[in-house]
């Protein structure tokens, strides 16, 4: 059998056999976010409607939901595939985008949070809140600092049974016991929209190829993305031109440069 230990031998494993990942994510997200899991080599499908958003999570290997752009309906379609996924036990990946500006969004993520998602995803004001904390959070951006939500962080994965992934400057992974901080990326990724959404696609790419190691696969993804955009920004003019260098630099990178370069310590 393959072993999957590294983050680059996670990333060779997902190219030689790309997983269906379900993707439920916002309308400013879908075509980044399908266009990241291709470059890196995973199937996107972007399929959420309750009529068969449940039925496709049977064949999809992993699911990812985030609550970008919500309404009811889109709701019932959550829903549905959590519970579809949480039964047959596949993985699944929380992004609560913003889920402190409304009721409605609290409540949907509150409902989601019951259906136990084996990771959560989120910039540092959305997990600060999620943990219950006073989140600086504007809209969709995250204004806290990642020092900051790294006790919130280990809170919500102590109290979800889950992988929580904080990301920012340096991104911070725990799953209550084991702990790393992620180095890399450029300050140009807050810069381009839907960048945070894609990557919770692909935390769910990786988890679809090592379901059995979620905080192993949830490292591997942030590293990928951290490599990635350091690699994009060496030649970026700005955000427009970063954002096609980062998929060049995504579908470029192969697994012993991941290796090689990633910066993951224990926190
Ligand atoms: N200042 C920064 N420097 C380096 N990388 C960053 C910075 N801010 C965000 N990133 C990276 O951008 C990606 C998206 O994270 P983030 O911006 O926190 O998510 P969101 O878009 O959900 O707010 C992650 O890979 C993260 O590491
Ligand atoms: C701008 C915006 N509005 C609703 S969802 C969304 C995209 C947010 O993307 P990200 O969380 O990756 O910054
Ligand atoms: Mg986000």
Redesign the pocket.
């Known amino acids: 059998m393959q072993t999957k230990t590294t983050p680059g031998a996670m990333l060779k494993a997902m190219r030689e056999k790309p997983p269906l990942v379900q993707c439920i994510t916002n309308y400013v997200a879908m075509n980044i976010a399908a266009n990241v899991l291709l470059a890196a080599g995973a199937s996107p499908a972007m399929v959420h409607a309750a009529e068969e958003a449940g039925e496709f999570a049977g064949i999809a290997s992993a699911l990812t939901i985030n609550i970008g752009t919500l309404s009811t309906q889109w709701i019932d379609g959550m829903q549905a595939a959590a519970k579809a996924a949480t039964s047959a036990g596949k993985p699944w990946v929380l992004?609560p985008?913003a889920h402190y500006a409304t009721a409605f969004r609290r409540n949907a993520v509150a409902d989601l949070l019951a259906l136990r998602p084996t990771v959560i995803?989120?910039?540092?004001s959305?997990i600060i809140a999620l943990a219950g904390g006073e989140s600086r959070g504007q809209g969709?951006?995250?204004r806290d600092p990642?020092k900051q939500a790294e006790g919130s962080a280990r809170w919500l994965a102590e109290r979800q049974r889950a992988v929580v992934a904080?990301?920012?400057?340096?991104?911070f992974v725990t799953d209550g016991e084991r702990a790393v901080r992620?180095e890399?990326?450029?300050?140009l990724?807050?810069q381009v929209?839907?960048?945070?959404?894609s990557?919770?696609c692909l935390v769910g790419a990786f988890a679809a190829t090592a379901p059995e190691d979620i905080f192993g696969a949830t490292v591997a993804a942030?590293s990928t993305?951290?490599i990635a955009?350091e690699e994009a920004a060496l030649g970026a003019a700005g955000p427009g031109s970063f954002s096609w260098r980062f998929l060049d630099a995504l579908a470029a990178l192969d697994a012993e440069t991941l290796d090689a370069r990633a910066r993951i310590s224990a926190a």
């Open positions: 992004d985008v995803r989120g910039n540092a959305e969709v951006d995250s990642v904080v990301t920012g400057a340096v991104d992620i890399g990326g450029s300050a990724m807050p929209t839907a960048l945070g959404c990557l919770t942030l993305f951290a955009g």
